[in-house]
T-cell receptor
Framework: DTGVSQDPRHKITKRGQNVTFRCDPI?????LYWYRQTLGQGPEFLTY????????KSRLLSDRFSAERPKGSFSTLEIQRTEQGDSAMYLC???????????FGPGTRLTVL | GQNIDQPTEMTATEGAIVQINCTYQ??????LFWYQQHAGEAPTFLSY????GLEEKGRFSSFLSRSKGYSYLLLKELQMKDSASYLC?????????????FGKGTSLLVTP
């Protein structure tokens, strides 16, 4: 049973560095979501893809953040010039169709020193 | 946008029943989800309600009243492994997608 996978699981970086995370959704799922979660909070929506098209971005997604899903399969989330406030768990989720549940990956925990 | 409110913490005894409430305000309701999240792990799906009423799935049940903007998750025969955070999430009608808006979660502690 292959679920949503994310890589790396943990990332420690220094302020100002760039980082890139990868998400591999469940293979037949056409929808892919990125969320960010900080301690004691629920996940917050960042952006969403349907196949390779990025259809929605949250106001939380500043210009330092960029996401791609070039072939409609895996997705990458890049953060440029990281700040300490970017420290969080970055969760990826995928779903099939419009009204189905989202399956979450294990997340990438980012720590910015 | 929408506001989603749920209690921050709850404690219950093993074998008992606990009800976790969630209230929300939204302009275009398109479903309410409950997820379970153990510390350091990803959220896992528990239940989905889009119509009023009770959905039962084993030890877990979820209720929805759209007119009141209210849902609850009912956990029966509590087990120690049920200690986790329970996230209420609302999905809105959207032209471009169906992102979930989550509450802050209710941390449930099950004691012996």
């Amino acid at each position: 049973d292959t679920g949503v996978s994310q890589d790396p699981r943990h990332k420690i970086t220094k302020r100002g560095q760039n980082v890139t995370f990868r998400c591999d959704p469940i293979s037949e799922h056409n929808r892919l979501y990125w969320y960010r979660q900080t301690l004691g909070q629920g996940p917050e929506f960042l952006t969403y893809f349907q196949n390779e098209a990025q259809l929605e971005k949250s106001r939380l997604l500043s210009d330092r953040f960029s996401a791609e899903r070039p072939k409609g399969s895996f997705s990458t989330l890049e953060i440029q010039r990281t700040e300490q406030g970017d420290s969080a768990m970055y969760l990826c989720a995928s779903s099939l169709g419009d009204n189905n549940e989202q399956f979450f990956g294990p997340g990438t925990r980012l720590t910015v020193l | 946008g929408q506001n989603i409110d749920q209690p921050t913490e709850m404690t219950a005894t093993e074998g008992a029943i606990v009800q976790i409430n969630c209230t929300y305000q939204t302009s275009g309701f398109n479903g309410l989800f409950w997820y379970q999240q153990h510390a350091g792990e990803a959220p896992t799906f528990l239940s989905y309600n889009v119509l009023d009423g009770l959905e039962e799935k084993g030890r877990f049940s979820s209720f929805l009243s759209r007119s009141k903007g209210y849902s609850y998750l009912l956990l029966k025969e509590l087990q120690m492994k049920d200690s986790a955070s329970y996230l209420c999430a609302v999905r809105e009608n959207s032209n471009s997608g169906y992102a979930l808006n989550f509450g802050k979660g209710t941390s449930l502690l099950v004691t012996p």
